[in-house]
T-cell receptor, first 113, second 111 residues
Framework: QKEVEQNSGPLSVPEGAIASLNCTYS??????FFWYRQYSGKSPELIMS????GDKEDGRFTAQLNKASQYVSLLIRDSQPSDSATYLC?????????????FGRGTQLTVWP | DTGVSQNPRHKITKRGQNVTFRCDPI?????LYWYRQTLGQGPEFLTY????????KSRLLSDRFSAERPKGSFSTLEIQRTEQGDSAMYLC?????????FGSGTRLTVV
């Protein structure tokens, strides 16, 4: 059974701090990785994708990928209360382009003012 | 382009009844996916289509579940003889080359 594991949280950080979210995956064949944000009662929203080892930055968000360690992370700089949500990590199935994704259970983040 | 549209938003049904959900993907996306999400869990894959062809179906999708995508446009997901364990959020997504776009979901409650 292919799995994506996330630190369960909840994670609580003060406004302006860096929030660090982590994820490991079991399928060495996975090539594409995604971070989704999900507000309570809403559907997931894509915030970052990463395909190559190293860092990818987009505004306040940085995704990091280490395929050798099968590890993906998301850093949120200058955290805002509006970042409070559940963050879902997802990996593709055996590197299949645009195929099914495996999702972790999510990490709940709270940013307090 | 109004995004991925799902209807209805909420559905309450009695156990044993059949229900059908509809998904209209982003028009230029030819792949369409169905996932199910329960409280505290990540989305679980059910099935996906490329155009009208159903390319993969999860073992989670019992014989009571069927999905169609006639003419490669909108898709329907039908659950027959609903059970209380079917209560969940049913999410539809369509994809470009860079990840999925999810619809707002249909929340099913089986009483």
């Amino acid at each position: 059974q292919k799995e994506v594991e996330q630190n369960s949280g909840p994670l609580s950080v003060p406004e302006g701090a860096i929030a660090s979210l982590n994820c490991t995956y079991s399928d060495r064949g996975s090539q594409s990785f995604f971070w989704y944000r999900q507000y309570s009662g809403k559907s997931p929203e894509l915030i970052m994708s990463i395909y190559s080892n190293g860092d990818k930055e987009d505004g306040r968000f940085t995704a990091q990928l280490n395929k050798a360690s099968q590890y993906v992370s998301l850093l949120i700089r200058d955290s805002q209360p509006s970042d409070s949500a559940t963050y879902l990590c997802a990996a593709d199935d055996r590197g299949s382009t645009l195929g099914r994704l495996y999702f972790g259970r999510g990490t709940q983040l709270t940013v307090w003012p | 382009d109004t995004g991925v549209s799902q209807n209805p938003r909420h559905k309450i049904t009695k156990r044993g009844q059949n229900v059908t959900f509809r998904c209209d993907p982003i028009s230029e996306h030819n792949r369409l996916y169905w996932y199910r999400q329960t409280l505290g869990q990540g989305p679980e894959f059910l099935t996906y289509f490329q155009n009208e062809a159903q390319l993969e179906k999860s073992r989670l999708l019992s014989d009571r579940f069927s999905a169609e995508r006639p003419k490669g446009s909108f898709s329907t997901l039908e659950i027959q003889r609903t059970e209380q364990g079917d209560s969940a959020m049913y999410l539809c997504a369509s994809s470009s080359t860079d990840g999925y776009t999810f619809g707002s979901g249909t929340r099913l409650t089986v009483v």
